[in-house]
């Protein structure tokens, strides 16, 4: 069983940048892709931003992309998502995932551990 904790997560002005964090405990997902996703009030939970294993090859959604970036860094065992340039529709919970695959996958069905959230407000 691996445990995930987001942090990070805040208050911050349109324009305005943030870097969430991701630490995973318990059984390593060294192996596994680690995604980001976010919900916001009233919305399904939408696909951010996911990274293969080995930190090679990274995906973005359509209204993220140019804007964040992932990486990760399994010798601490963490992924971290910088988000510059936020936008008041960026407000959401981000939730990490880890999904027992190798490559990088933007399918929320094949995370299978996941965080409990941080809330990311961005105000106009």
């Known amino acids: 069983q691996a445990q995930l904790m987001e942090s990070g997560g805040g208050l911050v002005q349109a324009g305005g940048s943030l870097r969430l964090s991701c630490v995973s405990s318990?059984?390593?997902?060294?192996?596994?892709?680690m995604g980001w996703f976010r919900q916001a009030p009233g919305k399904e939970r939408e696909f951010v931003a996911a990274i293969s294993a080995d930190g090679g090859i990274a995906y973005y959604g359509d209204s993220v992309r140019g804007r964040l970036t992932i990486s990760r860094d399994n010798g601490q065992n963490t992924v971290n998502l910088l988000m510059n340039n936020l936008k008041p529709e960026d407000t959401a919970v981000y939730y990490c995932?880890?999904?027992?695959?190798?490559?990088?996958?933007?399918?929320?069905?094949?995370?299978?551990?996941w965080g409990q959230g941080t809330q990311v407000t961005v105000s106009s």
């Open positions: 318990g059984r390593t997902v060294s192996a596994y892709s």
């Open positions: 995932a880890a999904a027992p695959t190798s490559y990088a996958t933007r399918n929320l069905n094949e995370y299978y551990y």
